[in-house]
């Protein structure tokens, strides 16, 4: 098998408006091998949103021996627009909203680590209703591309132990996605247990589940 050395751009279109939240990319490229050879002209296409990269937020608390995980229902348009679709496996829901952990998009100031910390308890506050102090982050292994054939996001993990009785209200971005967000706790095992069901359907939110119950038992994740 040839490896590849570099990919080459060749041509690259711009094919959303200026105005639109994701600038679409139509590319031709191609391939140069180590051994000196070139594939064919390719056509990809690229999905870029302002900020690239997101960070998924993982609210918990502990009862007893016990640990409950936060989620919000969150309006996903494109879920909801699968019913549209010619379905090689058509669903057997309509998705109005979608089961998912808080998260939020990086912007230019969110630098290094302390950056996504700091996104991270913004959003935690934004999308959540709690305050929590940025630097009591937990930092749960590195980041995840979140659908590398389509865009190239990466989504980072972070964590914070919070007190349900210290909720406020939830005030969300301004937008109609966020209008709807409702805030619940499920039991850790219980959480993990609906991700592998298809309950929840969302896998930053199980990867979120499994990585700090691995964070919790043994703390071997890097942070």
């Excluded at 990919?7 to 679409?24: C, G, K, N, T, Y």
């Excluded at 990319?25 to 070139?38: I, Q, V």
């Excluded at 409702?182 to 199980?206: H, N, Q, W, Y």
């Amino acid at each position: 098998m040839r490896e590849v050395e570099r990919i080459e751009v060749v041509d690259r279109q711009l094919s959303s408006r200026a105005d639109r939240f994701l600038r679409l990319e139509t590319l031709r490229l191609r391939n140069h091998y180590t051994d000196g050879t070139s594939s064919r002209e390719y056509a990809c296409d690229v999905a870029i949103a302002p900020g690239v990269d997101a960070v998924a937020v993982v609210l918990f608390y502990r009862r007893g021996s016990e640990v409950f995980v936060g989620v919000t229902e969150c309006v996903r348009p494109a879920i909801y627009l699968r019913r549209d679709l010619a379905l090689v496996r058509p669903d057997g829901r309509t998705y109005l909203t979608l089961t998912e952990i808080v998260a939020g998009r990086l912007e230019k100031e969110d630098l290094g680590e302390e950056g996504i910390d700091r996104r991270a308890a913004i959003e935690a506050h934004e999308e959540a209703g709690f305050e929590v102090d940025a630097r009591q982050a937990i930092r749960l292994g590195g980041g995840l591309f979140a659908s590398p054939g389509l865009t190239p996001e990466k989504v980072f993990f972070r964590a914070f132990e919070v007190d349900p009785a210290r909720q406020v209200e939830i005030h969300g971005d301004g937008s109609p996605m966020e209008a709807s967000h409702r805030m619940r706790f499920i039991e850790l095992g219980e959480a993990i247990g609906l991700c592998v069901r298809g309950a929840i359907e969302d896998p930053k939110s199980e990867i979120g589940f499994r990585r700090l119950a691995d964070h919790l038992s043994r703390g071997i994740l890097p942070v």
